[in-house]
């Protein structure tokens, strides 16, 4: 299975950019990894390169892919951050949303995990599928029934580095792969200022990954 891959990853108009990308390619599996470290609290960088990390050294992409150890890598990088908040004073409060997926090349299959509000999409067969929910206060909402106006969109129930929050991960089902499928990870500082129809009208307009963020980075910027 051929794997062709592009990253973005730059400052909006916050103080400081606090993503962190990752990805390994390996002979038979490949993993990739978006992290958007919460605003507002000190450590937001660090808690999103701590769990990067934790499950970029961790994953092997010369072995096939076990749903089960994907369940290690994330709730291990999600024990590391908690281990750093104990032992550094000023990042007590600190974490991370977190978007992963990882492909078994061999059997065509990909898996993901997910936590906050970074998404996961899959493009397929000319189509946007949002595959991930967020894990926010507004959400919640949302699938509720309620109004939403007034509510903080960045109020989140569950990232790494929440005591509770292990329990509210999500865990994707096994996903066969079909030709020409196309994934798209991202914070919220991406997709908040790009609607699901321009993400899908881009695509259709694109030969390779890198032209595909070109163009909507521009329209962010528009």
Same mark, same amino acid.
């Given at each position: 299975?051929?794997?062709?891959?592009?990253?973005?990853?730059?400052?909006?108009?916050?103080?400081?950019?606090?993503?962190?990308?990752?990805?390994?390619?390996?002979?038979?599996?490949?993993?990739?990894?978006?992290?958007?470290?919460?605003?507002?609290?000190?450590?937001?960088?660090?808690?999103?390169?701590?769990?990067?990390?934790?499950?970029?050294?961790?994953?092997?992409?010369?072995?096939?892919?076990?749903?089960?150890?994907?369940?290690?890598?994330?709730?291990?990088?999600?024990?590391?951050?908690?281990?750093?908040?104990?032992?550094?004073?000023?990042?007590?409060?600190?974490?991370?949303?977190?978007?992963?997926?990882?492909? +078994?090349?061999? !059997? $065509?299959?990909?898996?993901?995990?997910?936590? @906050? =509000?970074?998404? /996961?999409?899959?493009?397929?067969?000319?189509?946007?599928?949002?595959?991930?929910?967020?894990?926010?206060?507004?959400?919640?909402?949302?699938?509720?029934?309620?109004?939403?106006?007034?509510?903080?969109?960045?109020?989140?129930?569950?990232?790494?580095?929440?005591?509770?929050?292990?329990? +509210?991960?999500? !865990? $994707?089902?096994?996903?066969?792969?079909?030709? @020409? =499928?196309?994934? /798209?990870?991202?914070?919220?500082?991406?997709?908040?200022?790009?609607?699901?129809?321009?993400?899908?009208?881009?695509?259709?307009?694109?030969?390779?990954?890198?032209?595909?963020?070109?163009?909507?980075?521009?329209?962010?910027?528009?």
């Amino acid at each position: 299975m051929n794997i062709a891959t592009a990253s973005l990853s730059r400052q909006g108009t916050r103080a400081s950019n606090q993503d962190q990308t990752g990805e390994t390619i390996g002979e038979r599996s490949a993993c990739f990894v978006v992290c958007d470290g919460i605003a507002g609290l000190p450590g937001g960088e660090v808690a999103a390169e701590l769990a990067r990390n934790s499950i970029i050294s961790r994953f092997d992409g010369d072995k096939h892919l076990n749903a089960q150890h994907i369940r290690d890598y994330v709730q291990t990088a999600n024990r590391t951050i908690l281990s750093e908040q104990q032992a550094v004073q000023d990042y007590r409060r600190m974490g991370t949303t977190l978007v992963s997926l990882f492909i +078994d090349r061999d !059997y $065509g299959l990909a898996y993901w995990a997910h936590a @906050g =509000d970074s998404r /996961l999409y899959l493009f397929r067969r000319g189509y946007l599928l949002h595959v991930t929910t967020d894990h926010s206060l507004l959400q919640q909402m949302k699938d509720a029934g309620h109004q939403t106006e007034g509510i903080n969109p960045n109020l989140l129930y569950c990232a790494l580095g929440m005591r509770n929050g292990e329990r +509210d991960i999500s !865990y $994707g089902e096994v996903l066969p792969l079909e030709d @020409g =499928d196309a994934f /798209l990870l991202c914070s919220d500082g991406f997709w908040h200022d790009l609607s699901l129809q321009h993400m899908q009208q881009s695509l259709h307009m694109v030969n390779t990954p890198e032209e595909w963020l070109a163009l909507m980075q521009q329209a962010i910027k528009n």
